[in-house]
């Protein structure tokens, strides 16, 4: 049984009160490790450590930092194959995915803001015969980022690269249901010589650990992907604080497909959109609305490609999916099924769980799975399921698609299918989301703001964006 171990002013250790809880590979619905059940002991510890490296962190220049950051990354990239393994036993994603996605980008993650730190420049307002001004754009201090577990090391890179290029010290928690990569990520940083302090990683519970950092008021901003429930949660204790906050939630995001779209690109695209990573993807489209022209010669083709799409075990190298995260999330997925039909809706194919043979029988698999004839605003079409599962809905008119495509308390992404560069342009201007791909999806420039408007979240992250988040401005007038 392998022991997890929190990551605290440089030294792995276990938890104050030395309890575990078990860690399963959902592949095989067994339990194979143990991470610390820490507590705000623990994250107090934390923040001391933060707090103590603080200003020699903030003191090195951008390219020292900057030096730390392309040796941890290059350290992940020599042993890529080893962090996919785990990432894929840990979360149940196909090792595919995890090697060809979810590692590169935590390599990316680093490498990027190690470099764009070193651009990351600030502005001076200049007053004729009067003086100039200058911002300032410093570190804040000790900051906290809180994961979740579909991408996990993607994610959480994606929150701490940013935080330490701009000189803070962190305070970060990985999902206690993927924990692994995290762990391994704080012996990388070990074996980088990062200075003791500046990362550390507390392993547990959301409302222990999670909910201690969001309330330690030497925690001075809160990075959050999650649930939005969670994130109300955080909210509402963090903004009465008056912390900084970023909050990247979920989604019910449409994909539009109009009669005029590249057919094959599309419905290839689509899959993808669809069911990559089973469906756990807070951008994956699982609202498809598909102009009627072409409505049956889609949604046959569709639904004969996801019936021939492989669910397997996650090092199958034939596997298109593989198994959701956790029991308890496949028993909500398969849940969210049984109300599509009691909603009316048709299942078209899948709709039931896979049990595969031998060491994966007891694995958590789900079949993909596409559902038509619901009514856009039933719960079904309302309410994020983050699974293998789709629903499949014609329409007529542009107005009336974006009436549907509008009609959730998300907005995060949306892919638009069309041929008509000028109702392309149109369409993305009346889509409320954060971000919008044409005949595309998930194609990700590292430098574009990423997040969602309404229930999908607060803030962006990426780029300079992030570099903003992650710094408190100052301006200063000389006088001439
Ligand atoms: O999120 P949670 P989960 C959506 C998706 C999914 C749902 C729940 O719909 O079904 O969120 O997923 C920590 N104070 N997304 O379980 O519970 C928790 O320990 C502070 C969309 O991942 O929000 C974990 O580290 N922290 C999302 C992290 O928050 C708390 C991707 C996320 O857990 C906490 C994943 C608390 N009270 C899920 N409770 C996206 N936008 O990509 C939990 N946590």
């Known amino acids: 049984m392998i022991y997890l171990k929190n990551y605290i002013g440089g030294e792995l250790v276990g938890p104050v ?7 399963y590979d959902p592949s095989r619905g067994q339990v194979y490790s143990q991470i610390p059940d820490s507590t705000k002991e623990d994250v107090d510890k934390a923040v001391e450590a933060a707090e103590k490296a603080f200003p020699l962190w903030s003191g090195l220049s951008k390219s020292e930092r900057s030096d730390y950051m392309i040796k941890i990354a290059n350290i992940i990239e020599s042993r890529l194959d080893e962090f996919a393994a785990a990432e894929s036993l840990d979360n149940g994603k196909p090792v595919s995915l995890a090697s060809h996605v979810d590692i ?115 925690i001075k901003a809160i990075s959050f992907t999650g649930g939005t429930t969670t994130g109300e949660t955080i909210a509402g204790i963090a903004a009465p604080m008056f912390k900084k906050l970023s909050l990247e939630l979920g989604g019910k995001n449409p994909n539009i497909i109009f009669a005029d779209c590249d057919f094959d690109k599309a419905l290839s695209t689509t899959m ?34 996801t019936a021939r799409a492989k669910v397997s075990y996650p090092s199958d190298p034939e596997a298109k999916l593989g198994a959701v995260v956790s029991k308890p999330h496949m028993e909500k997925v398969l849940s969210y ?51 293998p599962v789709v ?24 892919t638009v299918w069309t041929e008509n560069l000028t109702r392309a342009h149109r369409v993305a201007d009346e889509l409320h989301s954060g971000i919008v791909w044409v005949n595309s999806w998930l194609v990700r420039d590292l430098r574009t703001p990423f997040g969602g408007v309404k229930s999908s979240g607060v803030g962006r992250e990426g780029g300079f964006e992030a570099l903003r988040f992650f710094t408190e401005p100052k301006n200063v007038f000389i006088k001439s």
Request: net charge negative; hydrophobic share 40%; proline share 5%.
């Open 272 to 305: 993808r959109s669809s069911f990559a990573n089973q469906g756990q993807i807070c951008l994956c489209g699982s609202r498809i609305f598909i102009e009627r022209p072409i409505y049956e010669k889609f949604k046959e083709a569709f639904v004969a490609k």
């Open 17 to 23: 009160n030395n309890e575990h809880i078990d860690n």
């Open 391 to 414: 629903t499949i809905t014609p329409f007529d008119t542009e107005e009336e698609v974006l009436t549907m495509a509008n009609s959730t308390q998300y907005g995060l992404a949306a």
């Open 337 to 387: 099924i049984e109300l599509a039909k009691e909603e009316g809706g048709t299942v078209l194919t899948g709709g039931e769980q896979v049990v595969l043979e031998g060491e994966y029988a007891s694995g958590y698999y789900i079949r993909p799975t596409i559902i038509e004839g619901l009514d856009y605003q039933c719960r079904t079409n309302q309410e994020e399921i983050f699974g």
């Open 104 to 218: 590169p980008r935590g390599v990316s993650n680093l490498k990027f803001f190690a470099t764009a730190i070193l651009h990351y420049a600030s502005e001076s307002h200049y007053m004729e015969g009067v003086g100039v001004n200058y911002t300032l754009r410093k570190p804040i201090g000790v900051v906290g980022c809180i994961s979740p577990w579909n991408l996990p090391l993607y994610l959480f890179t994606w929150k701490i690269a940013p935080a330490l290029a701009a000189g803070n010290c962190v305070v970060a928690k990985p999902s206690e249901i993927t924990p692994m990569t995290a762990f391994m990520l704080s012996e990388v940083c070990k074996e980088a010589g990062l200075p003791e302090g500046v990362l550390n990683i507390v392993h547990g519970l959301g409302h222990k650990v999670g909910d201690a950092i969001t309330r330690n008021p030497r």
